[in-house]
């Protein structure tokens, strides 16, 4: 049996309970695939894996059941599908997003080509951590981006316009946070409840509430698994450039900084997080949220 020891390390080649066999995870940014490439990994999947496949919580598939032996065919495959090997070690793992403006009638941001861009740029990079990088469009979340060691959030921050509000309270039906009131026959927007979803400015049938800036939020050190953390908020920028170069001084920052054996989020205080919110807002001319 001869074994490619050199895809056997790859971050998405996974051993598994039974030793003699491997899983194999794909690179699969936003979750995007193809029906081609679906039919490709069927096919893969049927001819040297188990038969089946795995869809996994970071939006990519695995194929299990692979004999080592074949990982140097299954990884030839693979790249010919335009579906290559992953990651899951201590790199930049699959970067995963909701469907945002494609979609998504909430979304603020473009969610699927911001993190194609991430992925051109980062995906696999070796790390001390694993970094984890997921986009939501909206505050609603639906990917956590805060319980990955990277968030980005869209967001838009609503402003009464000018004209003549009728007091009809449509928009406060919509808001769900309850930070907009009808006073004396017009609205009254309540910053301090907003989480500016941006629900509010597309509920106005006579476009009295406008976006006044569409944004990035970016957030760091959130985890899942066994103790859960919230990450911080870093800062926010104005577009997806902007966006992709704040995460790639965080990426940066952490491979610089930090150690491994530990998780990101449990060393945050250590590699001086509060100096380095001061320098990336600063540098990307970005809001810091101290
Ligand atoms: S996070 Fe917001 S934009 Fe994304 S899918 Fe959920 S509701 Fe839609
Ligand atoms: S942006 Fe969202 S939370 Fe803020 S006022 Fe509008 S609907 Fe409410
Ligand atoms: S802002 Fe628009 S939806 Fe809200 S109360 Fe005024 S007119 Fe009605």
């Known amino acids: 049996m001869k074994i490619d020891i050199g895809i056997h390390m790859k971050g998405g080649v996974i051993t598994e309970r039974n030793p003699d066999l491997c899983t194999v995870r794909v690179r ?11 039919r490709g990994i069927a096919a893969i999947a049927k001819k040297y894996g188990g038969g089946i496949v795995h869809m996994t919580t970071r939006q990519t598939v695995e194929i299990p059941h692979v004999r080592p032996e074949n990982l140097k065919k299954i990884n030839r495959a693979l790249e010919k599908n335009g579906t290559p090997i992953g990651s899951e070690r201590d790199e930049i793992v699959n970067v995963i997003a909701c469907p945002g403006t494609e979609r998504c009638k909430f979304a603020n941001i473009d969610t699927i080509s911001l993190a194609q861009k991430i992925d051109e740029r ?12 997921a986009i939501s469009g909206c505050p609603n979340a639906c990917t956590s981006p805060m319980l990955n060691e990277i968030g980005i959030i869209g ?11 009728t007091g009809c309270g449509t928009c406060t039906e919509y808001c769900k946070e309850e930070a907009i009131r009808i006073r004396r026959g017009t609205c009254v927007l309540d910053e301090t409840k907003c989480v500016q979803c941006g629900v509010c400015i597309n509920s106005c049938p006579y476009s009295i ?12 050190g959130g985890r899942r698994g066994r103790h859960p ?3 911080r908020e870093l800062t926010t920028v104005p577009d997806a450039d902007s966006a992709v170069a704040a995460v790639e001084k965080i990426v940066n920052w952490v491979y610089r900084r930090a150690w491994s054996g530990r998780l990101l989020s449990d060393q945050l205080d250590d590699i001086q997080f509060s100096k380095f919110r001061k320098e990336i807002a600063g540098a990307s001319g970005g809001d810091p949220k101290e």
Not at 28 to 38: F, S, V, Y
Not at 122 to 133: A, D, N, S, W
């Open 209 to 220: 509430i406008v976006a006044k800036n569409r944004h990035f939020l970016i957030t760091v």
């Open 122 to 133: 980062l995906f696999g990079k070796e790390m001390p951590v694993k970094v984890r990088i």
């Open 28 to 38: 699969l940014p936003a979750g995007r695939i193809t029906t081609e490439q679906i």
């Open 155 to 165: 967001r838009a921050v609503p402003v009464r316009a000018e004209g003549k509000c």
């Open 229 to 231: 953390r919230v990450g």
